[in-house]
């Protein structure tokens, strides 16, 4: 399955965004192990969440209580909530099964003053 990512934009340090994720072919049906990446300009791409179909999550130390990956199981979309940005949150935003080597085209995002 496919998906794609939404709701990039530019954003002055400490604003919100919410990106989602929804599946391109397939609706995203909340039973799959889900991931967030990010690829920062000029640096690898790295993992940033992962939600299970229970609602458990996990983040990376650098985003911990300023990030919050959700489901709308109505919607058929995943969000990641992003709160109190950094410069250092700025990059390409991807969402894809965990697992997966499918990747999306990404949200751009991009935190400055």
């Known amino acids: 399955v496919q998906f794609v990512e939404s709701g990039g934009g530019l954003v002055q340090p400490g604003g919100s965004l919410r990106l989602s994720c929804t599946g391109t072919?397939?609706?995203?049906?909340?039973?799959?192990?889900m991931t967030w990446h990010r690829q920062a300009p000029g640096e690898a791409r790295e993992w940033v969440a992962t939600?299970?179909?229970?609602?458990?999550?996990l983040y990376i130390p650098a985003v911990q209580g300023r990030f919050t990956v959700s489901r709308d199981e109505a919607k058929n979309i995943m969000y990641l909530q992003m709160n109190n940005l950094k410069p250092e949150d700025t990059g390409v935003y991807y969402c894809l099964e965990a697992g997966s080597t499918t990747w999306g085209q990404g949200t751009p995002v991009t935190v400055a003053s």
């Open positions: 072919k397939v609706p995203y049906n909340g039973e799959d192990i």
């Open positions: 939600l299970w179909p229970g609602g458990g999550t």
